[in-house]
C-alpha cells in the first residue's frame, strides 16, 4: 500500500504569488518525520524542510513551510513568494522504521512550473 | 561544490557490460544509501550502508553489487544490466540511519542498450 501520496503530478502558479503542494501520508507508528525535496533538472534531490510527528508548530524555513495537519495525516507544503528558480520536481518523503534503522519512503512527486 | 558527489554523471552501457559508479562525500556521514529513480516511479531505496557495513538490500537483484570501502566512499558495480535498469541512480549520505535527514548527490543517469 502506497504510504506517501502526492496527488497533484503537475502545478502551474503565477512569479510571486503562494503555492501549496499536497502530501498525504499512511503510517502507524507513533513516531515518524516527514521532508519535502527539491529535485530541478540537473537531478539533485535538495532538502527543503522536516517536520516531527511531535513537533507542536509547523515547520518553516525561509520562504518554504510545512502546513502539518496530524489528524488529517497531511503535511502540504507552502512556498510563497514563488520564483521562477522554484521551477522544479518536489517529493514528500516520510522516515520508516525498518528492522534495525530507518529508511526514506517517497512519494511519485509534484511537477511545480513558475511563470512570469 | 557540493557535500555528495557522484561520478559518472551519464553513463551508457550495453547488456554485456561491467560498469561502477561512485559516490563520495565529505560531510562525515556514517550512513550512505543508493537509490533508484525511474521515470514515472517514486525513488526507491536500494541499497543501506552504516558505519561501512550493509545494513539493507531492499530485494536488488545481484546484476547490482555494492561496495562500501569507508565511510566516504559508496560504489555501484554494475553487470549483465537488462534496459528496464536505464535509471536515475542516486546516491545519499546522512549521519546515521536514525537521523535520516539525507544529501542527495547528483545522481547518474544510467542508459542501458
Known amino acids: 500500500a502506497q504510504k506517501i501520496t502526492q496527488t497533484q503530478p503537475g502545478m502551474f502558479v503565477q512569479e510571486k504569488e503562494a503555492v501549496t503542494l499536497d502530501c498525504t501520508y499512511d503510517?502507524?507508528?507513533?513516531?515518524?518525520?516527514l521532508f519535502w525535496y527539491k529535485q530541478p533538472s540537473s537531478g539533485e534531490m535538495i532538502f527543503l524542510i522536516y517536520?516531527?510527528?511531535?513537533?507542536?508548530q509547523n515547520a518553516t524555513e525561509g520562504r518554504y513551510s510545512l502546513n502539518f495537519q496530524k489528524a488529517r495525516k497531511s503535511a502540504n507544503l507552502v512556498i510563497s513568494a514563488s520564483q521562477l528558480g522554484d521551477s522544479a520536481m518536489y517529493f514528500c518523503?516520510?522516515?520508516?522504521?525498518?528492522?534495525?534503522?530507518?529508511?526514506?519512503?517517497f512519494g511519485s512527486g509534484t511537477r511545480l512550473l513558475v511563470r512570469p | 561544490e557540493t557535500g555528495v558527489t557522484q561520478t559518472p554523471r551519464h553513463l551508457v552501457m550495453g547488456m554485456t557490460n561491467k560498469k561502477s559508479l561512485k559516490c563520495e562525500q565529505h560531510l562525515g556521514h556514517n550512513a550512505m544509501y543508493w537509490y533508484k529513480q525511474s521515470a514515472k516511479k517514486p525513488l526507491e531505496l536500494m541499497f543501506v550502508?552504516?558505519?561501512?557495513?550493509?545494513?539493507e538490500n531492499n530485494s536488488v537483484p545481484s546484476r547490482f553489487s555494492p561496495e562500501c570501502p569507508n565511510s566516504s566512499h559508496l560504489f555501484l558495480h554494475l553487470h549483465t544490466l537488462q534496459p528496464e535498469d536505464s535509471a536515475l541512480y542516486l546516491c545519499?549520505?546522512?549521519?546515521?540511519?536514525?537521523?535520516?535527514?539525507?544529501?542527495f548527490g547528483q545522481g547518474t543517469r544510467l542508459t542501458v542498450v
Open positions: 550502508y552504516n558505519f561501512k557495513e550493509q545494513t
Open positions: 545519499a549520505s546522512s549521519q546515521d540511519t536514525f537521523n535520516t535527514e539525507a544529501f
Open positions: 518523503a516520510m522516515r520508516e522504521a525498518l528492522l534495525t534503522s530507518y529508511k526514506l519512503i
Open positions: 517536520q516531527g510527528s511531535y513537533d507542536q
Open positions: 503510517t502507524s507508528d507513533p513516531s515518524y518525520g
